[in-house]
């Protein structure tokens, strides 16, 4: 599976924005599917991640009821919909794959198949 991210720009805190990733391949619904960030100097850092059906989510602290991940297998994406942005949000975002996964595994080195960047900045 080959992955997109999109949907990254410019907000100012409280706002909003979502995120998707698109995924190439027939086998997109058995792939669970996981946002990373990673800010300037900073380690990439998990923020949510869905397992293949969609039945099991699971979020960082730093964006538990802020955030929600989801998906439509239908259209192979997932989308990451950010509400209540803070400046410390900033940050690239990238989406990636694990066959079978639940979405919880928090170390980037677990997945091999990542989606390119997408830059959220959220001004004060």
């Known amino acids: 599976v080959q992955l997109q991210a999109s949907g990254g720009g410019l907000v100012q805190a409280g706002g909003s924005l979502r995120l998707s990733c698109a995924a190439s391949g027939r086998t997109f619904s058995s792939y669970a599917i996981v946002w990373f960030r990673q800010a300037p100097g900073k380690e990439r850092e998990f923020v949510a991640g869905?397992?293949?059906?969609?039945?099991?989510?699971n979020y960082a602290d730093s964006v538990k009821g802020r955030f929600t991940i989801s998906r439509v297998n239908a259209k192979n994406t997932v989308y990451l919909q950010m509400n209540s942005l803070k400046p410390e949000d900033t940050a690239d975002y990238y989406c990636?794959?694990?066959?079978?996964?639940?979405?919880?595994?928090?170390?980037?080195?677990?997945?091999?198949?990542w989606g390119q960047g997408t830059v959220v900045t959220v001004s004060s």
């Open positions: 869905i397992d293949w059906s969609g039945g099991s989510t």
């Open positions: 990636a794959a694990e066959l079978y996964g639940l979405g919880r595994n928090l170390s980037p080195s677990e997945y091999r198949r």
